[in-house]
C-alpha cells in the first residue's frame, strides 16, 4: 500500500498542474515532501513542461528497474541544481522509496487519463447525454426459456437450471442434452453492472457486456447458427465450415465462420470490430468483407468501414475496465451511463472540444468514479435520484 505522505504529495502536485493556488501551509508541506522524496521534483519538471497530459501510463506495466534507472540518472544531474528553498534530503533514499514516490506520482495522472488536445468534437456539441435506447435491465443475470420460465445464474436458481446447463462463477456452459428433440428459445438478459461468459452448445465462446440481451436456440440445428444481440457482446466462434455464424442485430447482420470479433449495438451507431480472421457485415442491401484490424460502423442507413484505432478501447470492458480512446466527455459519460444504469444531465458546455484517452476500473462506485472526472476534468457533478447532473 502507498504511504500516506506520497499520495498527499501526489494530491498536492495534481493540484499544481490544475492551476489550483496552495496555501502556505501546503507550500510547506510540498517542500517538506519533495525534500522527503526527492525524485517527485524531476517528475514535477517534467509535467510543468508540457503543454499537455498525455495518455495515461499503465502502472501495472511498470518496469521497475528501467524507471529505477531514469531516476538515479535524473538525480545525479540535479545534484548541483537544488531548488530554491529545498534543503536536500542528508541520507541517501532507497531504490524503492525512489521507484515508489515516483510510482505513486505516476498513479495519480494514469489512475484515470486526460488529454486536452484542441480537436473538434466527433459529432455535433452535446447538450444533454441520454442513457442506451434500451433502459437498463434490473437485478441478476437471468436466463428466460421459451419466454417462460426465468433463472437467476447466481444463488439457489442457478442450481435448478434446465438439463444440459451449468453454472460456473460467471460462465454460462451448454452441455449434452438427453433430450435431443427438446430445442427451446433462450434469452439471456445481463443488467448494468454485470457481465457473463457464455459457452454455446457449439463450443463458441461470449462474453457478455452489462445492459445486454442475447437470444438464441439452446442447441444449434440445420445449416447455420443463428443468434439475436441487443447490447455488446465479444465472440470466439467456433470453426464450422457448413453451418456459418450469424448475429442479428438491429442495424445490420454479422456472418462468421471461426474468428473473434466485438459487436457493439448499445446506440444507433453500431460498431463490429474484427480482432481475428474474416467476417461479412451487412446493412440496407449492401455487405462489406472486413479483416483482423478493422471495423464497420452502421447507423442502419449508411455503413463503412475502417481499421481500429485502438485495440485497448475495444477489449478493456472484458477485463472490468472503462477504456476511452480520444472520446469527448460525452462520449465517456454515455459508457458510464450504461454500466451503472444511471441517466446523465449534461449542463456543462465549456469543454465540449476537449478529448479524453485512458481508462479506469469499473469496480469503483459511481460517487468514486464521478470524483475522479472531477478532478481530471473540471467539471462539477451532482448525484441526484439515479442521475448525475453535471455542472460548469
Same mark, same amino acid.
Given at each position: ?161 434446465? &438439463?444440459?446447463? /451449468? ?9 449434452? %442434452? *438427453? !433430450? =435431443?428433440?427438446? #430445442? ?68 445490420? &447482420?454479422?456472418? /462468421? ?9 448499445? %446506440? *444507433? !451507431? =453500431?460498431?463490429? #470490430? ?119
Amino acid at each position: 500500500m502507498i504511504a500516506k505522505d506520497k499520495i498527499e504529495l501526489a494530491e498536492l502536485i495534481a493540484r499544481l498542474m490544475r492551476g489550483e493556488t496552495l496555501s502556505t501551509a501546503e507550500e510547506d508541506q510540498l517542500k517538506t515532501l519533495m525534500e522527503l522524496y526527492p525524485s517527485s521534483k524531476s517528475y514535477f519538471d517534467e509535467l510543468l513542461a508540457r503543454e499537455t497530459i498525455h495518455t495515461a501510463f499503465d502502472y501495472r506495466k511498470l518496469d521497475m528497474d528501467h524507471e529505477w534507472s531514469k531516476v538515479l540518472a535524473k538525480q545525479s544531474m540535479q545534484e548541483t541544481e537544488l531548488q530554491e528553498n529545498i534543503v536536500p534530503f542528508k541520507r541517501k533514499p532507497s531504490k524503492w522509496q525512489y521507484v515508489a514516490a515516483a510510482a505513486s506520482i505516476v498513479m495519480l495522472f494514469s489512475f484515470f487519463w486526460m488529454i486536452t488536445q484542441e480537436k473538434k468534437p466527433l459529432n455535433q456539441e452535446i447538450s444533454k447525454v441520454e442513457t442506451a435506447h434500451n433502459p437498463p435491465l434490473s437485478g441478476a443475470v437471468t436466463l428466460q426459456v421459451d419466454g417462460g420460465d426465468s433463472y437467476a445464474l447466481s444463488g439457489h436458481d442457478a442450481s435448478n437450471l434446465p &438439463e444440459g446447463m /451449468a453454472v460456473m462463477g460467471k460462465e454460462l456452459k451448454y452441455q449434452q %442434452s *438427453n !433430450n =435431443a428433440a427438446y #430445442n427451446p428459445t433462450h434469452q439471456l438478459n445481463v443488467p448494468y453492472q454485470n457481465t457473463i461468459n457464455l459457452i454455446l452448445s457449439d463450443g463458441t465462446r461470449v462474453s457478455v457486456n452489462a445492459n445486454t440481451q442475447l437470444t438464441y436456440q439452446s442447441k444449434f440445428t440445420g445449416n447455420e447458427r443463428r443468434i439475436k444481440l441487443k447490447g455488446q457482446a465479444y465472440f470466439d466462434v467456433a470453426k464450422d465450415a457448413k453451418r456459418p455464424f450469424i448475429i442479428e442485430t438491429e442495424q445490420m &447482420e454479422i456472418q /462468421a465462420i471461426g474468428t473473434q470479433f466485438d459487436v457493439n449495438v448499445y %446506440s *444507433n !451507431n =453500431a460498431q463490429v #470490430n474484427l480482432l481475428e480472421g474474416e467476417v461479412k457485415v451487412s446493412s440496407q442491401g449492401k455487405e462489406l468483407a472486413i479483416k483482423a484490424g478493422e471495423k464497420v460502423i452502421s447507423d442502419g442507413v449508411k455503413m463503412g468501414k475502417a481499421k481500429i484505432e485502438n485495440i485497448e478501447a475495444v477489449t478493456a470492458w472484458r477485463e472490468g475496465r472503462f477504456f476511452f480512446a480520444n472520446q469527448s466527455i460525452g462520449q465517456v459519460l454515455n459508457e458510464i451511463s450504461r454500466w451503472y444504469g444511471i441517466t446523465i444531465d449534461f449542463k456543462a458546455t465549456r469543454y465540449n472540444h476537449k478529448r479524453y484517452t485512458g481508462g479506469v476500473d469499473k469496480a469503483l462506485s459511481l460517487e468514486e468514479v464521478c470524483k475522479v472526472l472531477g478532478d481530471l476534468t473540471n467539471y462539477r457533478y451532482k448525484i441526484e435520484g439515479g442521475k448525475i447532473i453535471v455542472l460548469d
